[in-house]
């Protein structure tokens, strides 16, 4: 019998993290980018095989003091960089034999447990959700942004039914005070038709407030982009999602990549026009039971993972076009 582990419930544990390096495994031997490095959970567990190198990518600054830790333990073989993962792009990887990037996307148990960085509906703190360079605040969204995009944010991104409600309640109550945390949270509850069992009612407001914030849609595809470009041959593209935007979003970029032809502008001419990706499997990986069991942050965790097939590195896609509306709700922030 398997002895159940007690989990310290202060701490985060690396979600899929078995399941991750399984599929890694007969890649070892290389540089795997880890674009969520967070408390380092993958990085530590790929440098334990001599042949890898890692760069460890957060945007959240906090992460530094973990990285300097894994610099010192494992020196030569390991850098952080404090970088928005959609700017892969601008880092110089065309010397490294890139094996495998891996996103595992959303924040961290630590994160959420922050204060400062008031992501929760629980928080104490400011209402603030930016985990780190960001251009503005969840504050400064709820406060400043005009009733038509509060509307569109919460729909799109949170699946909100009653965000039209929400937000005139949002707008009346902003011009007496400027709105924080329990202030949201009270008129989310106050303005919700029925409220659900299954969720706090303010759930999918805060989702939705978070995604904008971080502009999580266009840093996804951006970083899907770039992360496919800069693979090796027989290189793996990991990514684990929280919420079903994030898996429409992953699933579509790996099937359409892995069932279309592609143009590859580097390749010789008879190459041009191939399938120059495939699905590692059909369906994503969900946590065992156990893990379920231990580490319950993981319940709504998804892994879909790509392979590249070729040596090449430009291709085309349609993703920035398949999600347009998306991102155009994301760059509404531009007018804060
Ligand atoms: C779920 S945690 C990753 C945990 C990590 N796998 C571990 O085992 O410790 C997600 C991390 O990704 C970071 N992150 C989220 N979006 C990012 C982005 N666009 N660019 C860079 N880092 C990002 C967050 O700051 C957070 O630290």
């Given at each position: 019998?398997?002895?159940?582990?007690?989990?310290?419930?202060?701490?985060?544990?690396?979600?899929?993290?078995?399941?991750?390096?399984?599929?890694?495994?007969?890649?070892?031997?290389?540089?795997?980018?880890?674009?969520?490095?967070?408390?380092?959970?993958?990085?530590?567990?790929?440098?334990?095989?001599?042949?890898?190198?890692?760069?460890?990518?957060?945007?959240?600054?906090?992460?530094?003091?973990?990285?300097?830790?894994?610099?010192?333990?494992?020196?030569?073989?390991?850098?952080?960089?404090?970088?928005?993962?959609?700017?892969?792009?601008?880092?110089?990887?065309?010397?490294?034999?890139?094996?495998?990037?891996?996103?595992?996307?959303?924040?961290?148990?630590?994160?959420?447990?922050?204060?400062?960085?008031?992501?929760?509906?629980?928080?104490?703190?400011?209402?603030?959700?930016?985990?780190g360079l960001n251009e503005f605040s969840a504050k400064e969204t709820v406060n400043k942004l005009d009733g038509k995009s509060l509307v569109k944010i919460f729909k799109s991104f949170g699946?909100?039914?009653?965000?039209?409600?929400?937000?005139?309640?949002?707008?009346?109550?902003?011009?007496?005070?400027?709105?924080?945390?329990?202030?949201?949270?009270?008129?989310?509850?106050?303005?919700?038709?029925?409220?659900?069992?299954?969720?706090?009612?303010?759930?999918?407001?805060?989702?939705?407030?978070?995604?904008?914030?971080?502009?999580?849609?266009?840093?996804?595809?951006?970083?899907?982009?770039?992360?496919?470009?800069?693979?090796?041959?027989?290189?793996?593209?990991?990514?684990?999602?929280?919420?079903?935007?994030?898996?429409?979003?992953?699933?579509?970029?790996?099937?359409?990549?892995?069932?279309?032809?592609?143009?590859?502008?580097y390749q010789p001419k008879e190459m041009q026009e191939e399938i120059l990706f495939k699905l590692n499997q059909k369906k994503p990986i969900v946590p065992s039971n156990r893990e379920l069991?231990?580490?319950?942050?993981?319940?709504?965790?998804?892994?879909?993972?790509?392979?590249?097939?070729?040596?090449?590195?430009?291709?085309?896609?349609?993703?920035?076009?398949?999600?347009?509306?998306?991102?155009?709700?994301?760059n509404l922030g531009l007018n804060l």
């Amino acid at each position: 019998m398997e002895a159940t582990i007690v989990q310290d419930k202060t701490k985060h544990y690396p979600v899929l993290l078995k399941d991750i390096i399984s599929i890694i495994t007969p890649q070892y031997g290389g540089t795997f980018i880890d674009c969520t490095f967070g408390q380092g959970g993958y990085t530590r567990e790929i440098l334990k095989n001599k042949g890898n190198k890692v760069i460890g990518i957060d945007r959240d600054s906090d992460s530094l003091k973990i990285a300097k830790k894994v610099e010192k333990e494992f020196p030569d073989r390991f850098i952080f960089k404090n970088l928005n993962f959609g700017k892969l792009g601008n880092l110089k990887l065309k010397n490294e034999n890139v094996r495998g990037v891996l996103f595992d996307l959303g924040y961290s148990f630590t994160q959420i447990k922050d204060p400062k960085k008031g992501l929760s509906f629980n928080s104490s703190g400011s209402l603030d959700m930016r985990m780190g360079l960001n251009e503005f605040s969840a504050k400064e969204t709820v406060n400043k942004l005009d009733g038509k995009s509060l509307v569109k944010i919460f729909k799109s991104f949170g699946d909100e039914s009653d965000a039209k409600l929400i937000v005139k309640n949002i707008l009346k109550e902003r011009l007496l005070k400027e709105i924080d945390t329990s202030q949201l949270v009270r008129i989310i509850e106050k303005s919700k038709k029925r409220n659900s069992k299954k969720i706090h009612s303010a759930t999918k407001v805060f989702q939705a407030i978070r995604i904008f914030v971080n502009k999580e849609i266009s840093e996804l595809i951006h970083g899907m982009i770039h992360a496919a470009k800069v693979l090796k041959k027989d290189g793996l593209l990991i990514v684990v999602t929280f919420n079903s935007l994030e898996d429409k979003i992953v699933k579509y970029f790996f099937r359409s990549l892995s069932e279309h032809k592609s143009v590859s502008r580097y390749q010789p001419k008879e190459m041009q026009e191939e399938i120059l990706f495939k699905l590692n499997q059909k369906k994503p990986i969900v946590p065992s039971n156990r893990e379920l069991k231990e580490n319950y942050p993981s319940r709504s965790a998804k892994l879909r993972c790509l392979i590249k097939k070729e040596n090449f590195h430009d291709f085309k896609t349609d993703i920035l076009d398949k999600f347009s509306d998306l991102i155009e709700i994301e760059n509404l922030g531009l007018n804060l």
